[in-house]
């Protein structure tokens, strides 16, 4: 039986979890999507586009420190009832946001071909998957400002207005997406203008919305000082290392898949948009477990550790329930994503990966919010690089010996196992532990 209090908790969470799952999940989802429509187009615009997304996650999730960080940082500033702070620190992670994503696309707009070799892509593969990542590069000032823009609702505890938005942007993409690819037969390179004008439709959507609610918000639009940039850069390096060490991972994994084939490297790529799509159905947990951890653990330490038991809780039922439901569709999901035989075979082999690893990924990635919402941003560096090594060396031994695509998931099983352990540490000796008393504040990226 549950207790008023649990109830209470459960009520914040929740609050808090639902709109953001419905964010989170309708991006992936979109995703997802593009890669069944893309899929009925052949294993090399498939392999297209799993290549392309690759070095596209790569740009974009380097960056992704730009809502991780503001999120907790807003949190506290809003906490102390310091709503000039709060100000200051959202309008120049906006203006940082803008700037960052026009030198992305300049710099993907040059180096498309040169990356894509880089990751293993082929003669055959490279024409399609650079005209792709040409095409999504123009939306990076878009989606970069639209990530901060999550971040700074998610640290006003509103994670409503981003998913309302998100709507929107997952709207026009799915009406876009037929269209262009077989109405206007523009192939891959009209899932890529398809997701691109979506991006933009979502930015100028969270313009609108930043410009009416501007003293709500407090938001200052000016060139960042140093004082608002300071906590945001402090956190930004740690969440760059992090997020850079698990890109890293995921890149060799789809490099050592890209040299074994297109099959292979097609069948990767439905198989990461379906664990990402989990995955970030489990995250709307830790985007909770940031706002509230980042909200009280200043003022309410033990209130900041009952969330923290609550949301784990939660976490593993959410991986169960997960896990059920990904076994119930093993029959028939892998063929929903490709209509070549040999792509949806490839996909079966690494099915039970996909199933069996969502306890453990819920798990570890509530713990991952709950360590930025105390802004450990320094021990998520460490940690997810030591994970992402272990990663870098199966993946080595996997690409020499040729053990084929189930050698590349089990590589990604012992980096979610690494990570599973240091947080568990963490927890177990860090601020939230049963032991530990008040914290004296936010660092930077301790």
């Known amino acids: 039986m549950i207790s008023a209090t649990g109830r209470a908790l459960d009520r914040d969470i929740f609050r808090l979890a639902v709109p953001a799952l419905g964010t989170l999940a309708a991006d992936p989802l979109v995703s997802l999507i593009d890669t069944a429509f893309v899929g009925q187009l052949g294993s090399t615009a498939l392999g297209g586009l799993g290549v392309a997304t ?3 996650s790569i740009a974009f999730f380097m960056f992704n420190f730009l809502a ?5 940082l807003v949190a506290g500033a809003v906490a102390r009832g310091d709503s000039a702070e709060a100000g200051r620190i959202a309008g120049a992670a906006l203006v940082l946001g803008l700037m960052l994503g026009v030198g992305l696309t300049v710099l993907l707009e040059t180096a498309a071909e040169p990356l894509l070799r880089l990751m293993g892509a082929d003669s055959e593969l490279l024409s399609s998957a650079a005209v792709y990542l040409r095409i999504r590069a123009i939306g990076m000032p878009a989606l970069l400002l639209a990530t901060v823009a999550h971040g700074v609702f998610r640290g006003h505890q509103d994670t409503r207005t981003p998913l309302w938005v998100v709507i929107g942007i997952s709207g026009a993409n799915l009406v876009l997406d037929p269209i262009l690819i077989f109405g206007l037969d523009w192939g891959l390179a009209g899932a890529a203008w398809a ?6 439709i979502g930015a100028a959507i969270f313009l609108v919305l930043f410009a009416r609610r501007r003293e709500q ?3 200052q639009w000016a060139w960042p000082k140093r004082e608002a940039l300071g906590p945001l850069v402090g956190a930004g390096r740690a969440l760059v290392i992090r997020s850079g ?3 890293t991972a995921f890149t060799l994994a789809t490099a ?4 074994q084939g297109e099959e292979v490297v097609a069948a990767h790529q439905v198989a990461v948009q379906l664990w990402i799509f989990l995955a970030l159905v489990v995250d709307a947990l830790a985007i909770a477990a940031q706002a509230l951890v980042g909200l009280h653990l200043q003022s309410r330490h033990d209130l900041a550790r009952e969330y ?4 784990l809780t939660w976490g593993l039922v959410s991986g169960f329930a997960l896990l059920a439901v990904m076994a119930a569709g093993r029959s028939f999901l892998p063929g929903v994503f490709s209509n070549d035989p040999g792509v949806v075979l490839q996909v079966e082999a690494v099915y039970p990966f996909i199933v069996l690893m969502q306890p453990l990924n819920a798990i570890v990635f509530v713990w991952d919010g709950i360590a930025i919402g105390a802004s450990r941003f320094a021990f998520l560096a460490g940690s997810t690089v030591s994970a992402a090594t272990v990663t870098a060396v199966i993946l080595a031994v996997v690409q020499l010996r040729t053990w084929g695509l189930p050698g590349v998931w089990w590589a990604l099983v012992a980096m979610m196992a690494v990570r599973f352990g240091t947080l568990a540490w ?7 532990s049963s032991g530990a008393g008040p914290s004296p504040g936010f660092p930077a990226a301790g």
């Open 54 to 56: 690759a070095v596209f």
């Open 68 to 72: 991780y960080g503001t999120t907790p």
């Open 195 to 200: 997701t691109m004008l979506a991006q933009w």
């Open 217 to 219: 918000l407090a938001l």
């Open 245 to 247: 060490a698990l890109l």
């Open 256 to 259: 050592v898949a890209t040299r």
């Open 308 to 311: 923290s038991r609550r949301l």
């Open 426 to 432: 963490w927890h177990v000796t860090g601020p939230l």
